[in-house]
């Protein structure tokens, strides 16, 4: 079978199939199914991978989906075929000057959908005119261009995507847009929030990542609030770092503002399920009333575009160019990455094996999610020693309670581990650290650099105090 | 004129071509619920949260959205649930997808389904039907088709065909509304619902009510429904001949449908009948036209007081003419309710502006001529025209106005498909449009759901005969009153008793009054009836068969078993010491008594009978009825005395 036909035929296999080429129909065909006891008119819907192969699913008139199993079956006929279907609204929205120009770029899932009730079909809807029909309040904040990078799930992310993404993003801004969308899955949202706020250096703008739980083709998605809120954040606040906008509680209202290397999914399935942890979220942001309110300062300032000022500026920096200076406000994508990076979560019983392979296979540094302030057992210690002192691998150390530093230095375990060479990671998070380790990898090979930048600062991963405050997870 | 035809009663429903079709909604009586593992309980408690949230209307794919969904949206209300943190989980909140569909929700509702005739598909898939009030917080109710074809008979033999049977979970209770928010209760949401939809075969008032009342009898016979106040809901389509399909939803009681059905006979025929007059007047629908105008300076001066504080408010007085709808709107179209109400119900319901006011009626509400008469001039007004107002702030205003503009266009069209609402005499009020086809997308959390013949034949096999069928058999065969066998055809007990009856060969009467009463007795006397098991009844039937118990004793048997529902009846019989002896032994143990008092048989003759009864009855009492025991007593000493 040919792609083409395997499409149209979209999950059915063995008898069902067979069933189906037998009477030439497809899914989306309208047929009159004859049953030997009984009479179905409606129109083929795809069938789900997980399904058998016994049954043609058929959507009704009345808008129900059954399942007919074809030994039931004595004859179909097409009555006839029309796919999905799919209209482009005919409004058009011209371009505001007076407001800022922001650029939404689609990594994957659905940011707004709209359902096609004949055939039951969900299709996502993503250019602008789409989006501004599909969330008109869009058009009151900003000018939107969009534009699709990938179509892939997070969780198939690799480096090359988060590569790509902050080169696209770079050129975006370079181009002079006052803010970056990235709509994106939830799953691994904050890997690639992490990885673009390392690539991305001398950030003048906010690059925004979002994303919903609930998807963009039920009345009740997060998806419309988050995107509102994004856009508020990517086009009006000040914060020139790469951020997390979703949900602030299960509560529709208010959305909140995750500096990207300290945020977190925590709950599989709650709209509020990226957190910041273990410091406070960088700002609040109410779709609503279109406030964004700040929870802290501290945070990167954007370089602006005064838009009154564009001529003043384009001669400054003109003269600028003339005296050979760096233009300020150009963002530069960094996005050296070291591949043969892993992250290991440690358990109790864990073998030293795992560690082993990682040393035949080449590895360069591996991320620890160690017990409590920074532990693995002690079996793991001569093959960590090995991994260190004579491939020349980096560990660093940091804690599966996500929560709080690592303090070697307290326990006999921590102390063995430190004298190894293993690097403490303060309190960066696992997947944080990972890669930043990564980027740091990509960079050097000298041993005390690396140490150095580990455990430097560098965009916010690593909190100088801990606040009490820190330690909540339905935060505010 | 519709007054008149209800107080003459000459409504003739066949030939207008009255057509009716049922929908009733059943909530099932599971545990748990559909699609989550939490209890089936409805909270009376302030609630433990709330949550916040809002809807939006999903685009279609025409780059569209629904109307009525865009309209709610745009209002911004907020929508409100109420969540307990022992009965709701995250599902009741869309927080998490569903978990596996509850089994017992899926055998009670193949048991139902088998009812009505209809053939069970073997593969069910789950569909979202979006509702957009906040009442479901996923923004759809998931539900899906048992099975197709089926059928209900009437008394008279003629079948009414069953077009839908589903499985679907239940949405919240509304709690509250304002202006700012709708306040909807977590804990109904997702208990078992079965739908039974019905062809429009029903053709007068009568076969609905009977259709109606057999279905909620079939219903309540399983003994897996819930029973109490909006437990069962019905909502009844009807049209006539040349008139709409219009659905009444919330129809509570039985006895609210044949008025129901007939007011809305005598709707449609009057609404075709004001769609006849106006074609007649050649009234052409670009007539009607969105003109309004700012009528506010006429009231400068009015004495109608409800203006003059809404305009110093800052509201405006605003028209429209509608051309050549002179007298149409004082058109009475139900019982006491005239057109224009049709007309007001509709801004009210759309645009929250409540009373609007029309030329026809004036002077009226204070409003004098002369207002009248300027209201006329302004909109250039003919003989035929009327001209509407309403007072409202602008907006708002303007949106009332062009809901009454639409119902008037829609006028001409004779009756205009709607959603009604049941109101307590019979009447109804508008609710919404009529929605197209149901907006339904297959559910891509959940897997389709197998169900294996198996399952399906064994539950057929142990399906009951129809409630009335068993109804009549108990008057019939058992000689019940008939009273009782209505009672006992859908009692939970129903195949209880028929049990006892066939096969421990138990008195109908004694079982039928002892499950039905003499439990409702106790219960009333304080006794925790509701502990006595089945298996305990069964019990006390079978130690009366066995002749073991007297039945003066099953007072005391049920009362002990109530209190002690670990014991059984044996173990009863035992702890109570009330096990019968035998005509046999009473005779032996009433010789000993008779031997021992020779003296009182001489001395007092027959008359003994007196004294000794009572001390031999305070060994016997419980154990055998006092008849007996006096019998044998009289002719012992009949006995003892002829022996001299």
């Known amino acids: 079978m040919d792609k083409k036909e395997e499409d149209s035929l979209q999950g059915y296999r063995g008898e069902a199939q067979k069933t189906l080429q037998k009477y030439g129909v497809k899914v989306w065909s309208e047929v009159k199914i004859t049953g030997k006891k009984r009479i179905f008119e409606g129109i083929v819907l795809p069938r789900s991978e997980l399904g058998d192969d016994k049954h043609i699913v058929i959507k009704l008139p009345n808008g129900y989906d059954i399942g007919i199993n074809i030994k039931d079956i004595e004859t179909i006929e097409e009555k006839g075929y029309e796919p999905a279907a799919y209209k482009l609204p005919e409004k058009t929205f011209p371009k505001d000057e007076k407001k800022p120009n922001v650029t939404l770029l689609g990594t994957g899932g659905t940011v707004a959908a709209r359902l096609d009730y004949r055939t039951g079909a969900v299709i996502p809807a993503f250019t602008p005119q789409e989006l501004f029909t599909a969330v008109p309040e869009l058009t009151d904040i900003c000018n939107l261009e969009t534009r699709t990078i990938y179509e892939i799930f997070s969780e198939n992310m690799k480096p090359e995507h988060w590569q790509k993404i902050a080169e696209e993003t770079a050129k975006e801004i370079n181009k002079g847009t006052e803010g970056v969308i990235i709509a994106h899955g939830t799953d691994t949202m904050h890997y690639t929030a992490s990885a673009l706020t390392f690539m991305l250096k001398n950030l003048p703008v906010p690059v925004v990542m979002v994303g919903s739980q609930r998807s963009s083709d039920r009345p009740s998605s997060d998806a419309a609030t988050n995107l509102i809120s994004a856009t508020l954040t990517a086009a009006k606040s000040d914060i020139a770092e790469v951020t997390i906008c979703m949900h602030e509680t299960t509560n529709d209202p208010t959305c909140l503002i995750h500096r990207g290397t300290r945020a977190r999914k925590m709950h599989s399935s709650r709209r509020d399920t990226f957190r910041t942890i273990d410091d406070t979220p960088l700002a609040k942001v109410n779709p609503l009333t279109k406030q964004i309110t700040p929870l802290r300062k501290d945070y990167n300032k954007r370089k602006k575009t005064n838009k009154k000022k564009k001529e003043e500026k384009k001669k400054e920096e003109k003269k600028k160019e003339e005296r050979g200076e760096e233009e300020?406000?150009?963002?530069?994508?960094?996005?050296?990455?070291?591949?043969?990076?892993?992250?290991?979560?440690?358990?109790?019983?864990?073998?030293?094996?795992?560690?082993?392979?990682?040393?035949?296979?080449?590895?360069?540094?591996?991320?620890?999610?160690?017990?409590?302030?920074?532990?693995?057992?002690?079996?793991?210690?001569?093959?960590?020693?090995?991994?260190?002192?004579?491939?020349?691998?980096?560990?660093?150390?940091?804690?599966?309670?996500?929560?709080?530093?690592?303090?070697?230095?307290?326990?006999?375990?921590?102390?063995?581990?430190?004298?190894?060479?293993?690097?403490?990671?303060?309190?960066?998070?696992?997947?944080?650290?990972?890669?930043?380790?990564?980027?740091?990898?990509?960079?050097?090979?000298?041993?005390?650099?690396?140490?150095?930048?580990?455990?430097?600062?560098?965009?916010?991963?690593?909190?100088?105090?801990?606040?009490?405050?820190?330690y909540q997870i339905l935060q505010n | 004129m519709v007054s008149e035809m209800v107080e003459s009663d000459r409504l003739d429903y066949g030939s207008v071509g009255l057509k009716v079709g049922l929908e009733i909604h059943q909530q099932l009586f599971t545990r748990g619920k559909l699609f989550c593992r939490c209890p089936a309980e409805l909270r009376k408690e302030d609630p433990d949260s709330r949550v916040v949230r809002f809807m939006r209307p999903t685009l279609s794919e025409m780059g569209e959205f629904d109307p009525t969904a865009l309209m709610e949206f745009k209002k911004g209300k907020r929508i409100v649930y109420e969540i307990y943190d022992d009965t709701t989980c995250l599902y009741e909140i869309d927080e998490i997808p569903p978990f596996e569909v509850d089994e017992e929700a899926v055998n009670i509702v193949i048991e139902i389904a088998l009812l009505f005739n209809v053939e069970v598909l073997d593969e069910w898939h789950i569909s979202r039907k979006q509702y957009l009030d906040g009442s479901v917080p996923t923004g759809f109710q998931r539900t899906m088709i048992v099975g197709t074809g089926g059928f209900l008979p009437l008394r008279s033999g003629k079948k009414i065909r069953v077009s839908l049977l589903s499985l679907e979970e239940d949405a919240c209770r509304e709690i509250d509304e304002s202006e700012e928010e709708i306040v909807w209760r977590t804990d109904r949401i997702g208990i078992p619902l079965v739908e039974i939809g019905t062809y429009p075969?029903?053709?007068?008032?009568?076969?609905?009510?009977e259709a109606a009342h057999r279905i909620s009898r079939l219903l309540r016979a399983t003994g897996r429904v819930r029973k109490g106040l909006g437990t069962i809901r019905q909502d009844i389509n009807v049209s006539i001949e040349g008139g709409r399909r219009v659905e009444v939803k919330g129809v509570q009681r039985l006895e609210w449908i044949a008025p129901l059905v007939r007011n809305e006979v005598l709707r449609q025929l009057a609404l075709l009948e004001i769609r006849d007059e106006l074609e007649q007047r050649g009234l052409k629908v670009e007539e009607l036209t969105v003109d309004f105008k700012d009528v506010t300076d006429i009231f400068s001066e009015t004495k109608a007081k409800f203006i003059r504080k809404a305009v110093g408010k800052g509201a405006v007085v605003l028209g429209v003419k509608l051309s050549k709808f002179a007298g149409l709107l004082g058109k009475e179209v139900q019982p006491g309710r005239r057109f224009g109400k049709e007309v007001s119900d509709r801004a009210r319901v759309i645009a929250g502006v409540g009373g609007i006011i029309h030329t026809d009626e004036l002077p009226a509400y204070s409003i004098s001529e002369d207002e009248k008469q300027a209201l006329l001039s302004v909109f250039g007004a003919r003989d035929d025209d009327c001209v509407i107002v309403v007072v409202s702030e602008l907006e708002r205003a303007r949106m009332a106005l062009e809901e009454c503009i639409i119902r008037a266009r829609e006028a001409l069209g004779g009756v205009p498909p709607e959603t009604r609402r049941a109101l307590l005499e019979g009447n109804t009020e508008f609710e919404r449009p009529l929605g197209g086809g149901a907006r339904m997308y297959?559910?891509?959390?959940?897997?389709?759901?197998?169900?294996?013949?198996?399952?399906?034949?064994k539950i057929r096999a142990e399906l009951s005969d129809y409630p009335w069928i068993r109804e009549e058999r108990y008057v019939k065969g058992l000689k019940l009153p008939e009273t009782l066998a209505y009672e006992l055809a859908v009692h939970d007990y129903a195949i209880l008793f028929e049990n006892i009856v066939n096969e421990l060969g138990i008195d109908p009467m004694l079982v039928a009054t002892t499950v039905l009463q003499k439990m409702k007795a106790l219960g009333r006397d304080g006794v925790p009836v509701d502990r006595i098991t089945r298996d305990h009844l069964w019990q006390v039937f079978e130690l009366l068969a066995e002749n073991r118990v007297a039945k003066e004793v099953v007072d005391d048997l049920l009362t002990h078993l109530a209190s002690n529902p670990g014991d059984t009846a044996n173990i009863a019989v035992e702890k109570l010491k009330l096990e019968t002896v035998s005509v046999e032994k009473v005779r032996i143990f009433i010789k000993g008594i008779l031997e021992r008092n020779l003296n009182i048989i001489k001395e007092r003759g027959e008359k003994s009978i007196g004294p000794l009864m009572g001390e031999i009855m305070k060994e016997l009492r419980g154990k055998i009825d006092g008849k007996t025991v006096s019998r044998i007593l009289r002719e012992e000493i009949k006995a003892v005395l002829e022996q001299g």
């Open chain 2, 442 to 457: 297959p559910d891509t959390d959940t897997p389709p759901i197998s169900i294996p013949e198996e399952l399906v034949e």
């Open chain 1, 328 to 470: 300020g406000r150009e963002v530069i994508a960094d996005t050296a990455f070291e591949e043969k990076t892993a992250l290991i979560y440690t358990y109790p019983g864990i073998k030293k094996e795992i560690i082993e392979h990682l040393i035949d296979q080449n590895y360069k540094g591996i991320v620890i999610a160690g017990t409590g302030l920074g532990h693995t057992p002690e079996t793991l210690i001569p093959t960590l020693e090995r991994a260190i002192q004579q491939q020349n691998m980096t560990i660093v150390m940091t804690t599966q309670c996500l929560w709080g530093h690592i303090k070697m230095n307290v326990y006999d375990t921590g102390r063995k581990l430190l004298k190894i060479g293993v690097i403490p990671g303060a309190n960066m998070l696992p997947e944080t650290a990972y890669i930043k380790l990564g980027h740091i990898l990509g960079h050097t090979q000298n041993k005390e650099e690396i140490k150095k930048l580990i455990q430097t600062n560098i965009a916010g991963e690593i909190t100088k105090r801990e606040k009490h405050k820190a």
């Open chain 2, 201 to 209: 075969d029903i053709s007068s008032p009568e076969e609905a009510v």
